[in-house]
């Protein structure tokens, strides 16, 4: 009979909670605990809810040293880990590059057969409290949908398994799966959305169960797959019913997505989070302040148990951090003016100074040579007393030679972690933690409300409705201190892009975005990254001077769109079918 490790089940910030609901005369006296038959799991409420926290922890939070936004054209990671395999377009069916860490084939089905067991065990659990086993019920149709619907990003339509198998009995069966289709995939994780929601309460009263899925965010995701499936890589030119929807209509899907999203702003209990009279500083705590009002769902951090390293991962080498995943220059153009107008290095006023007067959320983002950070380690501070990020090469205060800047990589305090990009990442930091030492307990948000008023924008304008979508699209944008859109057409669906790919940055979603757009992944992805050069001076009065780069060669075809099945898996099962563009 197969064991289950038990501490595994109860890692996590929800071991209180799970221990404390079994602490009992009889379960001190079971079997060891590092190790129980998975039998004895089922018999006890305290080990289902500990099974549970499990599906918690498969969860992958965006703040791993690689971020998702470093295979897309918002960022480059300097210590490479084969993320270049992706970004130059070399992905094949037997190495996925960096890639492979996030689309997870076994490790999702590994999710998913937990899953699955919890539903054949779960009703004859002896509850003494059935709003514990409707809850759970709840929470584990949406880490279903969850798991499911992170398969269906990567690879469109998936095997669809409900049910858990032997290894010994089961072999024939197991070998002759096949995918079904991308519409089926939708529905079944539309409805294990819709199951979630009927159990899941919208919030939840004890500190214990904080983190726990909710009805908001079985809504949310249930508004994301729908507006993804809804979109052009799905519906326009698709090769094979694997890869997206065979008929049907484009428009209808809008329709349904807009209902999706319009779910969620209809449980009235979400609000974009404004603290302060700064739209800058408002943009920045939202990734910072606990429980403020604009997080549906979220991967919690504590210091003292174990927290988040994403400051020390991507921190300025010159504070001892260790570089990263720095933005690109083909990010950091994107932003607009504070006036809603377009930058352009070819206005030599905005050339000569090209960090004045940008989009408020370019300050919460990004570190730019310049930029005030905070107070240095010691052996810094004796050079930069202040704090200010430097990035550039600079004319010495004698005028007869160049000094480089602490956070480059000729740096005087660490040379191997260097930016190549000429940035840093500033959203998500915490200012005041000393990352060289200590972990930081940010969130990791896998559902704000911005992202559904976006949602709701894009499937309004899309499906029609454009001056449904225009009046919440403008909620984010002005939240953002940004002047309202006034748009219609294609005008209004670029202003759209826009606004998610600068409102929802490094969140990992310009990745699927610019995918299922089409012509944006078809010609951003294609451009090479870019940086930027600055030299600078220390001497008052003389001016800088900034040159945009090449820094990497990058590359994209339409048979990107979708990740190809692993090869591995096919080998073992040649009933799985391939994606066209890679047989």
Request: one cysteine or more; proline letters at 4%; hydrophobic letters at 35%.
């Amino acid at each position: 009979m197969k064991k289950i490790n038990i501490i595994k089940y109860f890692a996590g910030i929800l071991l209180v909670s799970a221990i404390a609901s079994s602490c009992s005369k009889d379960f001190l006296e079971k079997k060891p605990l590092t190790e129980f038959q998975e039998s004895d799991v089922w018999k006890d409420p305290g080990l289902v809810q500990g099974f549970v926290n499990n599906l918690y922890l498969q969860m992958r939070p965006g703040f791993g040293e690689v971020m998702l936004s470093s295979m897309s054209d918002e960022s480059r990671f300097i210590h490479d880990y084969n993320t270049s395999r992706v970004v130059q377009g070399n992905v094949t069916p037997d190495d996925f590059g960096a890639l492979g860490d996030f689309s997870r084939w076994d490790g999702h089905y590994k999710a998913i057969r937990d899953c699955n067991m919890f539903f054949e065990k779960i009703n004859a659990v002896p509850f003494t409290d059935e709003t514990q086993r409707t809850r759970l019920k709840g929470e584990v149709y949406f880490m279903r949908a969850w798991y499911y619907h992170m398969l269906v990003k990567y690879f469109g339509g998936v095997p669809l398994i409900t049910k858990t198998f032997s290894v010994k009995g089961d072999e024939q069966e197991i070998l002759s799966i096949k995918r079904n289709t991308f519409e089926e995939c939708i529905n079944f994780i539309v409805s294990q959305c819709d199951s979630a929601a009927k159990l899941l309460p919208q919030t939840y009263d004890d500190i214990a169960s904080k983190g726990r899925s909710t009805k908001g965010a079985a809504l949310s995701l249930k508004s994301r797959v729908l507006l993804y499936a809804a979109s052009d890589v799905y519906n326009k030119d698709v090769k094979s019913p694997l890869m997206g929807y065979a008929s049907g209509d484009q428009r209808a899907r809008f329709v349904l997505a807009q209902a999706a999203a319009k779910a969620v702003m209809d449980l009235n209990i979400y609000s974009l989070y404004r603290p302060t009279d700064s739209a800058a500083e408002n943009y920045s705590r939202v990734f910072l302040d606990k429980d403020n009002a604009e997080l549906i769902f979220v991967k919690l951090y504590d210091k003292a148990l174990l927290g988040t390293s994403h400051d020390l991962y991507n921190g300025p080498n010159g504070y001892h951090n260790w570089g990263g995943n720095v933005p690109l220059e083909n990010f950091v153009t994107g932003y607009q003016m504070k006036d809603g107008t377009t930058f352009s290095w070819s206005n030599p006023a905005q050339a000569k100074a090209p960090y004045v007067n940008r989009d408020p959320r370019f300050y919460a983002t990004i570190l730019y040579d310049g930029a005030p950070w905070k107070k240095r380690p010691k052996d810094g501070a004796e050079v930069d007393p202040i704090g200010i990020i430097q990035t550039g090469k600079y004319e010495s205060k004698n005028g007869t030679d160049s000094v480089w800047g602490l956070d480059t990589r000729n740096s005087t305090i660490e040379n191997w972690n260097g930016t190549f990009s000429g940035y840093y990442l500033r959203k998500f930091m915490d200012k005041n933690l000393d990352a060289q030492f200590f972990r930081g307990d940010q969130s990791w948000i896998f559902f704000r409300y911005a992202e559904i008023l976006l949602n709701y924008a894009e499937a309004s304008i899309w499906a029609g409705d454009e001056a449904g979508g225009l009046l919440v699209l403008n909620q984010v944008r002005t939240r953002a201190g940004m002047p309202q859109i006034v748009a219609s057409g294609d005008a209004l669906k670029e202003a759209l892009k826009y606004e998610r790919r600068y409102e929802l940055a490094f969140e990992e979603h310009r990745f699927f975005d610019a995918r299922r757009w089409k012509t944006d992944a078809l010609t951003a992805f294609n451009e090479s990254a870019k940086g930027i050069e600055v030299l600078g001076s220390q001497i008052a009065g003389h001016p800088f001077i900034y040159r945009p780069l090449n820094i990497q060669s990058r590359a994209f075809a339409e048979k990107h769109f979708l990740l190809p099945i692993p090869i591995g898996e096919i080998r073992k099962n040649p009933n799985l079918e391939q994606q066209v563009p890679y047989k």
